[in-house]
């Protein structure tokens, strides 16, 4: 079983700056894109960021220069800092990896519970 597990959203004034944090666990193989998403009441949940197992990354235009997203492969954990945040931010923020988990040969798709991220004009 495999568990991504998030941490690290609030409160934050305009402008603020937080940082998310994911770690996979369970019976892990090997893990290999693992990206944000993020979700407002009534829309879409959409790509924030992705990072791949050798450190490539992509970006939604709207965080770019804003946004970093980070990973450490030893801990299976990938982080988010999010710096000059609008309150266009505010959402619910998830975890999703691509990992080959130790009972299976292929790669399997897996997301987090979500943490809430608001951002106060």
């Known amino acids: 079983q495999v568990q991504l597990v998030e941490s690290g959203g609030g409160l934050v004034q305009a402008g603020g700056s937080l940082r998310l944090s994911c770690a996979a666990s369970?019976?892990?193989?090997?893990?290999?894109?693992m990206a944000w998403y993020r979700q407002s009441p009534g829309k879409q949940r959409v790509l924030v960021a992705s990072?791949?197992?050798?450190?490539?990354?992509a970006f939604a235009d709207s965080m770019k220069g804003r946004f970093t997203i980070s990973r450490d492969n030893a801990k299976n954990t990938v982080y988010l800092q999010m710096n000059s945040l609008r309150p266009e931010d505010t959402a619910v923020y998830y975890c999703?990896?691509?990992?080959?988990?130790?009972?299976?040969?292929?790669?399997?798709?897996?997301w987090g519970q979500g943490t809430q991220v608001t951002v106060s004009s």
């Open positions: 990072i791949t197992s050798g450190g490539s990354t």
């Open positions: 999703n990896a691509r990992v080959r988990p130790g009972s299976s040969w292929t790669y399997n798709n897996y």
């Open positions: 369970g019976s892990i193989v090997s893990v290999d894109v």
